[in-house]
């Protein structure tokens, strides 16, 4: 397919992601619930270092089961920490576990993860109209009122701009750019 957002050009393993998630509507739990995870490790990091231990982040965190996350041992982060090749900042591999657990609290309010953040958005993506990706924002009104209910809610690592980045990765917001090739509506 033709053209992509400028910051997906950088290789290929940016590419597939751009072109094959980001931006796309999810509400598989567990799929969100990564996409959480890798957010927030992603916090001070480029998104290519977090794709490339995704594979790692998978098997250490069994493909990212809500439930067994939520159950994760200190002894077994610090195993983790030491035997994947994940970002080795505990604060955040203990984020995992700790989100895990709102995750649950949330299911049972809710009834579903997605749910909870879709209501957000009334349900549906925010298409955003943007000519060039230095108009993309680093967060939003949304991502502001988001990012507060979930550190209410016992959630690490889900700042304002951490938050938008999570909204674009579940698609909750499609931020392509006008002339993308993989804008919902050229596609």
Same mark, same amino acid.
């Given at each position: 397919?033709? &053209?992509?957002c ?5 290789n ?7 072109d094959?998630e980001?931006?796309?509507?999810s509400?598989?739990?567990r ?13 001070g990091?480029?998104? &290519? ?12 965190f ?16 610090m ?11 505990l ?5 995992v ?7 649950l ?6 009834g ?9 958005t009334?349900g549906k ?8 990706d ?5 967060q ?7 990012s ?8 690490k ?7 938008y ?6 698609g ?8 993308c ?7």
């Amino acid at each position: 397919m033709g &053209n992509r957002c400028l910051w997906a050009q950088s290789n290929a393993q940016m590419q597939a992601y751009h072109d094959e998630e980001w931006c796309r509507p999810s509400r598989d739990e567990r799929y969100i619930f990564e996409m959480l995870t890798l957010e927030g490790a992603q916090a001070g990091l480029s998104w &290519n270092i977090v794709l490339s231990k995704r594979q790692a982040y998978q098997e250490a965190f069994h493909q990212f089961d809500i439930v067994r996350c939520a159950e994760l041992s200190d002894a077994d982060l610090m195993s983790i920490k030491e035997n994947y090749a994940v970002i080795k900042h505990l604060a955040k591999l203990q984020s995992v576990r700790s989100n895990a657990q709102a995750v649950l609290a949330i299911q049972k309010e809710w009834g579903s993860f997605a749910e909870f953040l879709w209501s957000y958005t009334e349900g549906k993506p925010v298409l955003n109209k943007w000519e060039t990706d230095g108009q993309i924002p680093a967060q939003s009104p949304v991502s502001v009122k988001l990012s507060k209910d979930l550190k209410k809610r016992g959630f690490k690592f889900v700042g304002p701009v951490t938050t938008y980045s999570f909204m674009q990765a579940i698609g909750m917001v499609d931020d392509h750019i006008a002339s993308c090739a993989y804008r919902t509506q050229n596609h």
